[in-house]
């Protein structure tokens, strides 16, 4: 079966320290893949998105992911935690049609 | 990009009541979604609402709970009926690019039942 799976339920990271939240996926075939962010009372916005074009991806707020095949991996990274980035991050698979699938999300917490 | 709004934005409703929420897009767009995410909660897909015919529900959600219109390519209603507290959820409207390769996301509405 599809699936995504976000290892990290919650992460806490000191600002100005590097983040890292992690997101595998199982699949035979190259999948398109997101990261969206979620903060308090709002909705889901989309940070990045990779869609079989170059393997590092960069997105908003100086978030980036990397997909690696080998690993069936796409970690979403950032150097330096701000106190802005403190929300839920959402990793989304999709494979083929339009089957979105979401991960459990990972809770970013940042200390000052 | 697609540009979603949703109204309500929030609502307190109280049970056995039903409430209907409005998604407008910007854009034509094919695939229209409605999600549920319950507190502390990742996304579950309600429905597909088609254009035209009835939407397709999910495994664990039926029409007579949750009616779905979907009168143009830009606008869809989702209808929570005789609401109970367990219905107290964030629910999404999202549509997908015309190729089909990302999902937008409205603000959602935060309802809770009491």
């Known amino acids: 079966a599809q699936s995504v799976t976000q290892l990290d339920s919650h992460v806490s990271v000191s600002e100005g320290t590097p983040v890292l939240l992690r997101c595998n996926y199982s699949?035979?075939?190259?999948?398109?893949l997101f990261w969206y962010v979620q903060h308090p009372n709002k909705g889901l916005q989309l940070l990045l998105k990779y869609t079989s074009a170059a393997t590092l991806v960069k997105g908003i707020n100086g978030f980036e992911a990397e997909f690696k095949k080998s690993e069936t991996s796409f970690h979403l990274t950032k150097p330096s935690a701000h106190m802005s980035d403190a929300a839920e991050y959402f990793c989304?698979?999709?494979?083929?049609?339009?089957?979105?699938?979401f991960g459990t999300g990972t809770s970013l917490t940042v200390i000052p | 990009s697609a540009v979603i709004s949703q109204k309500p934005s929030r609502d307190i409703c109280q049970r056995g009541t039903s409430l209907t929420i409005q998604c407008q897009v910007d854009?034509?767009?094919?695939?229209m979604f409605w999600y549920r995410q319950q507190p502390g909660q990742s996304l579950t897909l309600i429905a597909t609402a088609n254009q035209g015919s009835e939407a397709t529900y999910e495994s664990g959600f039926v029409i007579d709970k949750f009616p779905i219109s979907r009168p143009n390519l830009t606008f869809s209603t989702l209808t929570v009926s005789n609401m109970s507290p367990e219905d107290s959820s964030i629910y999404l409207c999202?549509?997908?690019?015309?190729?089909?390769?990302?999902?937008?996301f409205g603000e959602g509405s935060w309802l809770t039942v009491v």
């Open positions: 999202s549509v997908v690019t015309a190729n089909g390769n990302t999902i937008y």
């Open positions: 989304v698979v999709r494979y083929t049609g339009n089957q979105f699938y």
């Open positions: 854009s034509q767009v094919t695939m």
């Open positions: 699949s035979s075939y190259s999948p398109s």
